[in-house]
Protein backbone atom coordinates (compact mmCIF):
# COMPACT_ATOMS: atom_id res chain seq x y z
CA UNK A 1 0.00 0.00 0.00
CA UNK A 2 1.23 3.23 -0.35
CA UNK A 3 0.77 5.20 2.61
CA UNK A 4 1.22 9.25 3.84
CA UNK A 5 2.10 9.96 7.35
CA UNK A 6 1.57 13.46 8.36
CA UNK A 7 3.25 13.75 11.96
CA UNK A 8 6.33 11.45 11.23
CA UNK A 9 8.71 12.63 13.83
CA UNK A 10 7.20 11.66 16.79
CA UNK A 11 7.25 9.05 19.21
CA UNK A 12 4.23 7.12 17.48
CA UNK A 13 5.18 8.43 13.95
CA UNK A 14 8.61 7.11 13.90
CA UNK A 15 7.73 3.63 15.25
CA UNK A 16 4.95 3.28 12.75
CA UNK A 17 7.18 4.05 9.63
CA UNK A 18 9.61 1.15 10.49
CA UNK A 19 6.44 -1.41 10.75
CA UNK A 20 5.40 -0.24 7.72
CA UNK A 21 8.48 -0.53 6.07
CA UNK A 22 8.94 -3.74 7.55
CA UNK A 23 5.45 -5.33 5.57
CA UNK A 24 6.48 -3.78 2.51
CA UNK A 25 4.10 -0.96 2.34
CA UNK A 26 5.87 2.21 0.36
CA UNK A 27 5.90 5.19 3.19
CA UNK A 28 5.78 8.92 2.21
CA UNK A 29 5.57 11.43 5.21
CA UNK A 30 4.55 15.16 5.19
CA UNK A 31 7.22 17.91 6.02
CA UNK A 32 7.74 21.29 6.69
CA UNK A 33 11.22 21.92 6.16
CA UNK A 34 12.66 21.29 2.07
CA UNK A 35 11.81 17.84 1.17
CA UNK A 36 15.41 15.55 0.77
CA UNK A 37 13.97 13.21 -1.26
CA UNK A 38 10.54 11.51 -3.80
CA UNK A 39 8.88 10.13 -0.38
CA UNK A 40 8.43 13.49 1.70
CA UNK A 41 5.96 15.91 0.71
CA UNK A 42 6.40 20.00 1.79
CA UNK A 43 3.52 21.36 3.82
CA UNK A 44 3.02 24.08 6.43
CA UNK A 45 -0.58 23.92 8.10
CA UNK A 46 -0.30 27.24 9.56
CA UNK A 47 0.21 28.84 6.62
CA UNK A 48 -2.29 26.67 4.71
CA UNK A 49 0.41 25.19 2.37
CA UNK A 50 0.71 21.43 0.84
CA UNK A 51 2.38 19.84 -1.92
CA UNK A 52 -1.01 18.24 -3.32
CA UNK A 53 0.52 17.17 -6.68
CA UNK A 54 2.58 14.48 -5.31
CA UNK A 55 -0.43 13.10 -3.39
CA UNK A 56 -0.96 10.40 -6.01
CA UNK A 57 -2.31 7.09 -5.70
CA UNK A 58 -2.85 6.94 -2.14
CA UNK A 59 -3.84 4.29 -0.34
CA UNK A 60 -4.01 5.38 2.77
CA UNK A 61 -3.25 8.65 5.09
CA UNK A 62 -2.27 8.62 9.03
CA UNK A 63 -2.83 11.74 10.35
CA UNK A 64 -0.50 12.07 13.86
CA UNK A 65 1.19 15.25 15.96
CA UNK A 66 0.08 18.18 17.54
CA UNK A 67 1.97 20.37 19.86
CA UNK A 68 2.91 19.07 23.37
CA UNK A 69 0.24 19.41 26.15
CA UNK A 70 2.01 18.34 28.59
CA UNK A 71 5.05 20.54 27.65
CA UNK A 72 4.35 23.58 30.50
CA UNK A 73 1.58 25.79 31.65
CA UNK A 74 -1.55 26.25 29.59
CA UNK A 75 -1.11 29.52 28.71
CA UNK A 76 -3.71 31.17 26.34
CA UNK A 77 -1.28 31.14 23.99
CA UNK A 78 -0.77 27.47 24.59
CA UNK A 79 -3.73 26.62 24.24
CA UNK A 80 -4.34 28.23 21.21
CA UNK A 81 -1.08 26.29 20.09
CA UNK A 82 -2.69 23.12 21.09
CA UNK A 83 -6.34 23.67 19.69
CA UNK A 84 -4.45 25.26 16.12
CA UNK A 85 -1.72 22.38 15.70
CA UNK A 86 -4.27 20.05 15.55
CA UNK A 87 -7.65 21.31 13.88
CA UNK A 88 -5.54 23.54 11.24
CA UNK A 89 -3.36 20.91 10.22
CA UNK A 90 -6.05 18.05 10.39
CA UNK A 91 -8.76 20.72 8.26
CA UNK A 92 -5.62 21.16 5.47
CA UNK A 93 -5.13 18.12 4.90
CA UNK A 94 -8.58 16.66 4.82
CA UNK A 95 -9.40 19.59 2.55
CA UNK A 96 -6.79 18.81 0.51
CA UNK A 97 -7.54 14.54 0.26
CA UNK A 98 -11.28 15.50 -0.73
CA UNK A 99 -9.74 17.33 -4.03
CA UNK A 100 -7.88 14.31 -5.74
CA UNK A 101 -8.94 13.01 -8.46
CA UNK A 102 -8.19 9.46 -7.03
CA UNK A 103 -9.31 9.59 -3.16
CA UNK A 104 -7.56 7.23 -0.90
CA UNK A 105 -9.54 4.56 0.88
CA UNK A 106 -8.42 5.17 4.23
CA UNK A 107 -7.73 7.66 6.57
CA UNK A 108 -6.54 7.42 10.36
CA UNK A 109 -6.50 10.66 12.13
CA UNK A 110 -5.43 11.06 15.66
CA UNK A 111 -7.56 11.80 18.67
CA UNK A 112 -6.69 11.53 22.89
CA UNK A 113 -8.47 9.86 25.40
CA UNK A 114 -9.43 12.84 26.98
CA UNK A 115 -12.19 13.06 24.83
CA UNK A 116 -14.21 11.89 27.26
CA UNK A 117 -12.94 14.48 30.15
CA UNK A 118 -13.15 13.82 33.88
CA UNK A 119 -16.02 11.16 34.75
CA UNK A 120 -14.84 9.75 38.10
CA UNK A 121 -13.40 6.82 37.15
CA UNK A 122 -16.52 5.79 35.18
CA UNK A 123 -16.33 2.77 32.44
CA UNK A 124 -16.14 4.35 28.78
CA UNK A 125 -16.93 3.09 25.20
CA UNK A 126 -16.12 4.45 22.33
CA UNK A 127 -20.17 4.98 22.09
CA UNK A 128 -19.91 7.42 25.62
CA UNK A 129 -20.57 11.01 25.33
CA UNK A 130 -17.24 13.46 25.75
CA UNK A 131 -16.81 15.39 28.55
CA UNK A 132 -16.94 19.10 28.89
CA UNK A 133 -12.76 19.99 29.46
CA UNK A 134 -10.76 22.40 27.49
CA UNK A 135 -9.10 18.90 26.36
CA UNK A 136 -12.34 16.81 25.34
CA UNK A 137 -13.35 19.92 23.48
CA UNK A 138 -10.15 19.96 21.45
CA UNK A 139 -10.77 15.93 20.87
CA UNK A 140 -14.31 17.24 19.54
CA UNK A 141 -13.22 19.86 17.28
CA UNK A 142 -9.89 17.49 15.59
CA UNK A 143 -12.34 14.68 15.28
CA UNK A 144 -14.89 17.35 13.52
CA UNK A 145 -12.59 18.12 11.21
CA UNK A 146 -12.42 15.05 9.57
CA UNK A 147 -15.69 14.49 8.56
CA UNK A 148 -15.57 15.91 5.26
CA UNK A 149 -13.80 12.91 4.13
CA UNK A 150 -16.08 10.75 5.80
CA UNK A 151 -18.78 12.86 3.88
CA UNK A 152 -17.04 11.56 0.47
CA UNK A 153 -16.62 7.57 1.40
CA UNK A 154 -13.18 7.90 3.03
CA UNK A 155 -13.20 5.45 5.62
CA UNK A 156 -12.04 7.74 8.63
CA UNK A 157 -10.95 6.30 12.15
CA UNK A 158 -10.48 8.52 14.85
CA UNK A 159 -7.59 7.18 17.07
CA UNK A 160 -8.55 8.37 20.68
CA UNK A 161 -4.74 7.30 21.96
CA UNK A 162 -3.76 6.92 25.68
CA UNK A 163 -0.60 7.32 27.15
CA UNK A 164 1.70 5.12 24.89
CA UNK A 165 4.13 3.49 26.72
CA UNK A 166 7.77 3.56 25.21
CA UNK A 167 11.40 4.14 27.19
CA UNK A 168 12.40 6.08 23.57
CA UNK A 169 10.18 8.99 24.28
CA UNK A 170 6.52 10.61 25.68
CA UNK A 171 5.41 10.19 29.43
CA UNK A 172 7.58 7.06 30.61
CA UNK A 173 10.92 8.40 29.03
CA UNK A 174 10.45 11.35 31.16
CA UNK A 175 9.09 9.79 34.45
CA UNK A 176 12.19 6.81 34.02
CA UNK A 177 15.13 9.20 35.56
CA UNK A 178 13.08 10.15 38.63
CA UNK A 179 12.28 6.08 39.06
CA UNK A 180 15.76 4.90 38.31
CA UNK A 181 17.28 6.91 40.82
CA UNK A 182 14.78 5.65 43.66
CA UNK A 183 12.71 8.89 43.65
CA UNK A 184 9.55 8.43 41.67
CA UNK A 185 6.57 8.31 43.14
CA UNK A 186 2.87 8.73 42.76
CA UNK A 187 1.03 12.23 41.83
CA UNK A 188 -1.25 13.69 44.21
CA UNK A 189 -3.63 11.08 45.82
CA UNK A 190 -2.39 8.74 42.77
CA UNK A 191 -5.80 7.77 42.38
CA UNK A 192 -6.19 8.98 39.35
CA UNK A 193 -6.79 6.65 36.13
CA UNK A 194 -3.92 5.84 33.21
CA UNK A 195 -5.46 4.76 30.63
CA UNK A 196 -2.08 3.18 28.58
CA UNK A 197 -0.94 1.23 25.74
CA UNK A 198 3.04 -0.22 25.04
CA UNK A 199 4.05 0.93 21.77
CA UNK A 200 4.20 -2.14 20.45
CA UNK A 201 0.58 -2.97 20.67
CA UNK A 202 -0.08 0.14 19.65
CA UNK A 203 1.89 0.02 16.39
CA UNK A 204 0.27 -3.83 15.41
CA UNK A 205 -3.10 -1.96 16.53
CA UNK A 206 -2.87 0.91 13.94
CA UNK A 207 -1.55 -1.65 11.27
CA UNK A 208 -4.87 -3.94 12.18
CA UNK A 209 -7.12 -0.65 11.88
CA UNK A 210 -5.67 0.10 7.90
CA UNK A 211 -6.29 -3.65 6.67
CA UNK A 212 -9.49 -4.48 8.30
CA UNK A 213 -12.13 -2.43 6.58
CA UNK A 214 -14.73 -3.22 8.72
CA UNK A 215 -13.87 -0.59 11.35
CA UNK A 216 -14.07 3.25 11.38
CA UNK A 217 -15.17 5.77 13.12
CA UNK A 218 -13.60 6.27 16.72
CA UNK A 219 -11.41 3.72 18.38
CA UNK A 220 -9.81 3.64 21.78
CA UNK A 221 -6.60 3.11 21.30
CA UNK A 222 -5.72 1.86 24.33
CA UNK A 223 -4.72 -1.52 26.99
CA UNK A 224 -8.12 -3.17 28.14
CA UNK A 225 -6.29 -2.81 31.71
CA UNK A 226 -6.61 0.58 32.90
CA UNK A 227 -4.52 1.40 36.38
CA UNK A 228 -4.52 4.11 38.59
CA UNK A 229 -1.67 6.23 39.21
CA UNK A 230 -0.55 4.82 42.44
CA UNK A 231 -1.04 1.15 40.85
CA UNK A 232 1.07 1.95 37.62
CA UNK A 233 4.10 4.28 39.89
CA UNK A 234 4.61 0.84 41.79
CA UNK A 235 4.82 -1.24 39.12
CA UNK A 236 7.12 0.77 37.57
CA UNK A 237 9.07 1.29 40.59
CA UNK A 238 9.22 -2.71 41.36
CA UNK A 239 10.13 -3.75 37.09
CA UNK A 240 13.11 -1.06 38.06
CA UNK A 241 14.02 -3.10 41.72
CA UNK A 242 13.56 0.54 43.37
CA UNK A 243 11.50 1.93 45.66
CA UNK A 244 8.66 4.44 44.90
CA UNK A 245 8.71 6.47 48.26
CA UNK A 246 8.75 10.21 46.60
CA UNK A 247 5.21 11.81 46.43
CA UNK A 248 4.63 14.91 44.47
CA UNK A 249 1.83 16.98 46.34
CA UNK A 250 -1.48 17.97 45.17
CA UNK A 251 -1.18 21.24 46.07
CA UNK A 252 2.73 21.64 44.24
CA UNK A 253 1.32 20.02 40.81
CA UNK A 254 -0.81 23.38 40.41
CA UNK A 255 1.24 25.38 41.50
CA UNK A 256 3.84 24.31 39.33
CA UNK A 257 1.48 23.70 36.17
CA UNK A 258 -1.50 25.61 37.08
CA UNK A 259 -4.47 24.33 35.01
CA UNK A 260 -2.64 21.85 33.50
CA UNK A 261 -1.64 20.45 37.14
CA UNK A 262 -5.43 20.17 37.49
CA UNK A 263 -5.95 18.04 34.72
CA UNK A 264 -3.25 15.40 35.51
CA UNK A 265 -4.72 15.25 38.90
CA UNK A 266 -8.01 14.35 37.48
CA UNK A 267 -9.55 10.86 38.09
CA UNK A 268 -10.44 10.65 34.64
CA UNK A 269 -12.55 7.34 33.14
CA UNK A 270 -11.66 3.79 32.38
CA UNK A 271 -11.65 3.57 29.05
CA UNK A 272 -12.73 0.19 27.37
CA UNK A 273 -11.19 -0.66 23.78
CA UNK A 274 -14.52 -2.17 22.80
CA UNK A 275 -13.85 -2.23 18.83
CA UNK A 276 -10.74 -3.41 19.28
CA UNK A 277 -11.96 -6.05 21.23
CA UNK A 278 -15.41 -7.04 19.73
CA UNK A 279 -13.34 -7.03 16.13
CA UNK A 280 -10.90 -10.04 17.33
CA UNK A 281 -7.67 -7.80 17.95
CA UNK A 282 -4.94 -9.62 20.41
CA UNK A 283 -3.01 -7.58 22.94
CA UNK A 284 0.11 -8.86 23.55
CA UNK A 285 0.10 -7.07 26.49
CA UNK A 286 -2.70 -6.54 27.95
CA UNK A 287 -1.66 -5.57 31.42
CA UNK A 288 0.76 -3.08 32.94
CA UNK A 289 3.28 -5.57 34.45
CA UNK A 290 3.65 -7.44 31.32
CA UNK A 291 3.67 -4.22 29.50
CA UNK A 292 6.90 -2.11 31.72
CA UNK A 293 8.77 -5.59 31.85
CA UNK A 294 8.75 -5.76 28.10
CA UNK A 295 9.67 -2.33 27.73
CA UNK A 296 12.46 -2.22 30.56
CA UNK A 297 14.14 -5.45 30.02
Request: charged content about 20%; glycine content about 8%; aromatic content about 6%.
Amino acid sequence: MNIVIAGASGLIGKALIGALIANNHNVMTLVRRKPLNDNEIFWEPQSGIIDADKLIEIDCVVNLGGENIASGRWTKAKKKRILDSRVKSTTLLCETLVKLDNLPSTLLSASADGYYGDCNQKEVTETSPPGDSFIADVCRQWEGATNVCRDVGIRVINCRFGIVLSKNGGALKKMLPAFQFGVGGKLGSGKQIMNWISINDCIRAMQYLIENKNIESAVNIVAPGSVTNTEFTQTLAKSLKRPALFPVPSFLIKMLLGELGSELLKERCKIIPEKLINSGFQFKYPDINSALNEILK
